[in-house]
């Protein structure tokens, strides 16, 4: 994978947090201390998506 392409997935896609998230937890151990920012990057994507999403269908609406 290309360097620019890996950095620019890094910071978007959610799954890459996930697998780094799952090992931390389930490989070594980490505790909430350790995660919180790996959880954070998640939410912060997932409200991301979550706020595009929504704009999209308020425009299917009509309302926005």
């Known amino acids: 994978m290309p360097e620019i ?3 620019v997935m890094w910071w978007l ?6 697998v780094s998230l799952a090992q931390e937890v ?3 151990g980490a ?3 350790t995660i919180w920012p790996t959880l ?5 994507i997932g409200a991301a ?3 595009a999403a929504w704009y999209r269908f308020r425009q ?3 309302l926005a």
């Not at 896609?13 to 996930?18: E, N």
């Not at 954070?40 to 912060?44: M, V």
Request: proline share 4%; net charge positive.
């Open 5 to 7: 392409l890996r950095h």
């Open 13 to 18: 896609a959610p799954t890459t947090h996930f």
């Open 26 to 28: 389930l490989y070594r």
């Open 31 to 33: 505790g909430l201390a």
């Open 40 to 44: 954070l990057a998640i939410a912060a």
């Open 49 to 51: 998506f979550l706020l």
């Open 60 to 62: 299917s609406l009509g």
